[in-house]
Nanobody, 119 residues
Framework: QVQLIESGGGLVQAGGSLRLSCAASGLTFANYAVAWFRQAPGKEREFVAMLRFSDYYAESVQGRFTISRDNAKNTVYLQMNSLNPEDTGVYYC???????????????WGQGTQVTVSS
């Protein structure tokens, strides 16, 4: 049974940083594309970052966020710097066999972790 568990969310002031973690059981991250998505209230879920053989970012987070993977811990991270209120939302990690930025392509999802950036 595949399980993804996110952690690391919280409340931070604009300009601050957070690091999200996504730990997996039931699969090995190194064999899949792993992505972070986020969803703000009243908005659709949107792509943030993805990692498989290389990393890829949404334009809105390019240069501020970094996705990485620790194979020994089977955990993927999202380092978020220079946060602004527009980054507020529930952040989800998701896994798919192939690289994609479309949420509908992802088969396994975590429960999400709330990130709130105050101005």
């Amino acid at each position: 049974q595949v399980q993804l568990i996110e952690s690391g969310g919280g409340l931070v002031q604009a300009g601050g940083s957070l690091r999200l973690s996504c730990a997996a059981s039931g699969l090995t991250f190194a064999n899949y594309a792993v992505a972070w998505f986020r969803q703000a209230p009243g908005k659709e879920r949107e792509f943030v970052a993805m990692l498989r053989f290389s990393d890829y970012y949404a334009e809105s987070v390019q240069g501020r966020f970094t996705i990485s993977r620790d194979n020994a811990k089977n955990t993927v991270y999202l380092q978020m710097n220079s946060l602004n209120p527009e980054d507020t939302g529930v952040y989800y990690c998701a896994v798919n066999a192939a690289q994609s930025i479309r949420p509908a392509d992802y088969n396994f999802w975590g429960q999400g972790t709330q990130v709130t950036v105050s101005s």
